[in-house]
Protein backbone atom coordinates (compact mmCIF):
# COMPACT_ATOMS: atom_id res chain seq x y z
CA UNK A 1 0.00 0.00 0.00
CA UNK A 2 1.16 3.26 -0.92
CA UNK A 3 2.38 5.52 2.35
CA UNK A 4 3.90 8.68 2.69
CA UNK A 5 5.58 8.84 6.80
CA UNK A 6 6.84 12.37 7.81
CA UNK A 7 8.44 13.29 11.50
CA UNK A 8 8.67 14.59 13.56
CA UNK A 9 4.65 15.27 14.09
CA UNK A 10 6.24 18.85 15.74
CA UNK A 11 9.34 20.55 16.02
CA UNK A 12 10.21 23.83 17.91
CA UNK A 13 13.46 25.29 17.22
CA UNK A 14 15.12 28.19 18.66
CA UNK A 15 15.47 31.18 16.10
CA UNK A 16 18.63 30.39 13.86
CA UNK A 17 19.13 26.57 15.25
CA UNK A 18 18.65 24.78 11.73
CA UNK A 19 17.51 21.46 11.29
CA UNK A 20 15.83 18.81 9.05
CA UNK A 21 12.31 17.43 8.03
CA UNK A 22 11.92 14.10 7.18
CA UNK A 23 9.23 12.38 4.36
CA UNK A 24 9.49 8.60 3.44
CA UNK A 25 7.40 6.88 1.32
CA UNK A 26 6.54 3.48 -0.25
CA UNK A 27 4.98 4.35 -3.37
CA UNK A 28 4.63 1.99 -6.52
CA UNK A 29 6.08 4.21 -9.55
CA UNK A 30 6.89 7.73 -8.05
CA UNK A 31 6.39 10.51 -10.43
CA UNK A 32 7.08 13.37 -8.06
CA UNK A 33 7.42 13.98 -4.50
CA UNK A 34 6.41 17.73 -3.56
CA UNK A 35 6.57 19.79 -0.68
CA UNK A 36 4.31 22.49 0.78
CA UNK A 37 3.63 24.66 3.31
CA UNK A 38 0.09 25.44 5.26
CA UNK A 39 -0.45 28.28 7.54
CA UNK A 40 -3.17 28.06 10.20
CA UNK A 41 -6.80 28.52 8.13
CA UNK A 42 -5.42 28.52 4.80
CA UNK A 43 -5.14 25.87 1.96
CA UNK A 44 -1.32 24.38 1.44
CA UNK A 45 0.90 26.74 -0.66
CA UNK A 46 3.40 24.81 -2.73
CA UNK A 47 6.78 25.02 -2.63
CA UNK A 48 8.84 22.68 -4.11
CA UNK A 49 8.98 19.72 -6.68
CA UNK A 50 11.80 16.72 -6.75
CA UNK A 51 11.60 14.27 -9.69
CA UNK A 52 14.70 12.40 -9.34
CA UNK A 53 17.02 10.93 -6.63
CA UNK A 54 19.89 13.18 -5.89
CA UNK A 55 17.76 16.33 -7.00
CA UNK A 56 17.70 19.23 -4.98
CA UNK A 57 15.92 22.88 -4.57
CA UNK A 58 16.33 25.50 -2.73
CA UNK A 59 14.02 28.34 -2.04
CA UNK A 60 15.35 31.10 0.70
CA UNK A 61 16.12 29.39 3.84
CA UNK A 62 14.55 26.18 2.44
CA UNK A 63 16.19 23.22 0.77
CA UNK A 64 14.44 19.98 -0.61
CA UNK A 65 16.48 16.85 -1.18
CA UNK A 66 15.22 13.81 -2.33
CA UNK A 67 16.45 10.33 -2.11
CA UNK A 68 14.97 6.58 -3.40
CA UNK A 69 13.24 6.27 0.08
CA UNK A 70 12.76 9.68 1.23
CA UNK A 71 13.08 13.45 0.94
CA UNK A 72 14.41 15.91 3.87
CA UNK A 73 13.41 19.88 3.85
CA UNK A 74 16.31 21.30 5.70
CA UNK A 75 15.73 24.62 7.30
CA UNK A 76 18.64 26.75 7.75
CA UNK A 77 18.97 29.81 10.08
CA UNK A 78 14.82 29.71 10.59
CA UNK A 79 13.14 32.42 11.77
CA UNK A 80 9.61 32.68 12.98
CA UNK A 81 7.77 33.34 10.18
CA UNK A 82 8.50 29.97 9.04
CA UNK A 83 6.37 29.01 11.74
CA UNK A 84 4.24 26.39 9.54
CA UNK A 85 2.88 22.79 8.91
CA UNK A 86 5.13 21.68 6.23
CA UNK A 87 3.09 18.74 4.06
CA UNK A 88 4.80 16.30 1.94
CA UNK A 89 3.24 15.15 -0.90
CA UNK A 90 4.31 11.73 -3.08
CA UNK A 91 2.78 11.63 -6.69
CA UNK A 92 2.38 7.85 -7.44
CA UNK A 93 1.50 5.77 -10.88
CA UNK A 94 -1.99 4.29 -10.57
CA UNK A 95 -3.70 1.60 -12.93
CA UNK A 96 -6.25 3.75 -15.39
CA UNK A 97 -4.98 6.97 -14.64
CA UNK A 98 -2.33 9.12 -16.65
CA UNK A 99 -1.67 11.47 -13.73
CA UNK A 100 -1.38 9.28 -10.90
CA UNK A 101 -2.86 10.25 -7.21
CA UNK A 102 -0.96 12.73 -4.59
CA UNK A 103 -0.88 11.10 -1.61
CA UNK A 104 -0.25 13.15 1.40
CA UNK A 105 1.70 12.84 4.59
CA UNK A 106 0.45 14.17 8.09
CA UNK A 107 2.89 17.14 8.13
CA UNK A 108 5.38 18.21 10.26
CA UNK A 109 4.29 21.35 12.87
CA UNK A 110 7.65 23.48 13.03
CA UNK A 111 7.31 26.24 15.77
CA UNK A 112 10.26 28.82 15.45
CA UNK A 113 10.32 31.01 18.74
CA UNK A 114 12.41 34.16 18.52
CA UNK B 1 -3.71 35.84 -11.25
CA UNK B 2 -6.12 35.07 -8.18
CA UNK B 3 -5.35 31.41 -7.65
CA UNK B 4 -8.03 28.78 -6.93
CA UNK B 5 -11.07 30.82 -5.76
CA UNK B 6 -13.21 28.82 -3.11
CA UNK B 7 -17.22 29.94 -1.86
CA UNK B 8 -18.16 29.77 1.00
CA UNK B 9 -15.03 30.23 3.12
CA UNK B 10 -17.18 28.89 5.92
CA UNK B 11 -20.43 27.22 5.99
CA UNK B 12 -22.48 26.31 8.95
CA UNK B 13 -25.63 23.95 8.45
CA UNK B 14 -27.83 21.18 9.92
CA UNK B 15 -27.83 17.47 9.36
CA UNK B 16 -30.00 16.53 6.86
CA UNK B 17 -29.44 19.69 4.64
CA UNK B 18 -27.97 20.07 1.18
CA UNK B 19 -24.77 21.56 1.12
CA UNK B 20 -22.90 22.86 -2.28
CA UNK B 21 -19.30 24.14 -2.02
CA UNK B 22 -17.66 25.75 -5.30
CA UNK B 23 -14.57 26.32 -6.74
CA UNK B 24 -13.21 28.03 -9.85
CA UNK B 25 -9.47 27.05 -10.64
CA UNK B 26 -6.62 28.93 -11.96
CA UNK B 27 -7.74 29.47 -15.86
CA UNK B 28 -5.70 27.43 -17.96
CA UNK B 29 -5.32 24.43 -15.48
CA UNK B 30 -7.09 21.36 -17.19
CA UNK B 31 -6.84 18.92 -13.53
CA UNK B 32 -9.25 19.87 -10.55
CA UNK B 33 -8.57 18.45 -7.28
CA UNK B 34 -11.11 18.47 -4.22
CA UNK B 35 -9.60 17.31 -0.87
CA UNK B 36 -10.40 17.36 2.41
CA UNK B 37 -8.97 17.89 5.77
CA UNK B 38 -9.71 16.66 8.92
CA UNK B 39 -7.28 15.99 12.14
CA UNK B 40 -7.81 12.74 12.39
CA UNK B 41 -7.02 11.95 8.57
CA UNK B 42 -5.03 14.26 7.12
CA UNK B 43 -5.22 15.83 3.70
CA UNK B 44 -7.78 13.27 1.47
CA UNK B 45 -8.17 12.85 -2.62
CA UNK B 46 -12.07 12.69 -3.42
CA UNK B 47 -12.22 13.37 -6.47
CA UNK B 48 -10.50 14.82 -9.55
CA UNK B 49 -11.17 15.85 -13.42
CA UNK B 50 -9.31 16.48 -16.35
CA UNK B 51 -10.68 18.68 -19.04
CA UNK B 52 -13.74 18.73 -16.74
CA UNK B 53 -14.07 15.20 -17.04
CA UNK B 54 -14.32 13.01 -13.79
CA UNK B 55 -10.90 10.25 -13.68
CA UNK B 56 -10.89 8.78 -10.42
CA UNK B 57 -13.75 9.43 -7.70
CA UNK B 58 -12.16 6.33 -5.63
CA UNK B 59 -12.07 8.51 -2.45
CA UNK B 60 -15.62 9.88 -2.32
CA UNK B 61 -16.83 8.67 0.57
CA UNK B 62 -20.46 7.55 -0.32
CA UNK B 63 -23.18 8.22 -2.56
CA UNK B 64 -24.13 11.54 -0.74
CA UNK B 65 -21.34 12.95 -2.01
CA UNK B 66 -21.09 14.00 -5.70
CA UNK B 67 -18.81 16.16 -7.84
CA UNK B 68 -19.16 17.72 -11.47
CA UNK B 69 -17.33 20.24 -13.30
CA UNK B 70 -19.84 21.96 -16.17
CA UNK B 71 -17.25 24.11 -17.42
CA UNK B 72 -13.34 24.59 -17.29
CA UNK B 73 -13.65 27.43 -14.94
CA UNK B 74 -16.22 25.87 -12.07
CA UNK B 75 -16.39 22.81 -10.33
CA UNK B 76 -19.18 21.75 -7.32
CA UNK B 77 -18.71 19.17 -4.47
CA UNK B 78 -22.11 18.61 -2.82
CA UNK B 79 -23.20 16.85 -0.24
CA UNK B 80 -27.04 15.56 -0.12
CA UNK B 81 -27.98 14.57 3.00
CA UNK B 82 -25.20 16.21 5.31
CA UNK B 83 -24.16 14.57 8.48
CA UNK B 84 -22.12 15.45 11.65
CA UNK B 85 -18.98 13.34 10.24
CA UNK B 86 -18.90 15.55 7.09
CA UNK B 87 -17.27 18.26 8.93
CA UNK B 88 -14.27 19.05 7.38
CA UNK B 89 -12.43 21.63 5.46
CA UNK B 90 -12.78 20.80 1.69
CA UNK B 91 -10.30 22.09 -0.32
CA UNK B 92 -10.03 22.23 -4.21
CA UNK B 93 -7.01 22.55 -6.55
CA UNK B 94 -5.87 22.91 -10.29
CA UNK B 95 -2.90 21.54 -11.53
CA UNK B 96 -0.01 23.71 -13.26
CA UNK B 97 3.72 23.06 -12.59
CA UNK B 98 2.42 21.70 -9.26
CA UNK B 99 -1.06 21.01 -7.27
CA UNK B 100 -2.39 24.80 -6.15
CA UNK B 101 -4.96 25.02 -3.85
CA UNK B 102 -7.79 27.52 -2.69
CA UNK B 103 -8.46 28.19 0.83
CA UNK B 104 -10.87 25.93 1.68
CA UNK B 105 -14.25 25.73 2.61
CA UNK B 106 -14.85 25.12 6.72
CA UNK B 107 -18.19 23.10 7.00
CA UNK B 108 -19.45 22.21 10.16
CA UNK B 109 -22.55 20.30 10.22
CA UNK B 110 -24.61 20.26 13.57
Known amino acids: EDQVTQSPEALRLQEGESSSLNCSYTVSGLRGLFWYRQDPGKGPEFLFTLYSAGEEKEKERLKATLTKKESFLHITAPKPEDSATYLCAVQANRRGSTLGRLYFGRGTQLTVWP | DAGVIQSPRHEVTEMGQEVTLRCKPISGHDYLFWYRQTMMRGLELLIY????????DSGMPEDRFSAKMPNASFSTLKIQPSEPRDSAVYFC????????FGPGTRLTVL
Open chain 2, 49 to 56: FNNNVPID
Open chain 2, 93 to 100: ASRGQGWY
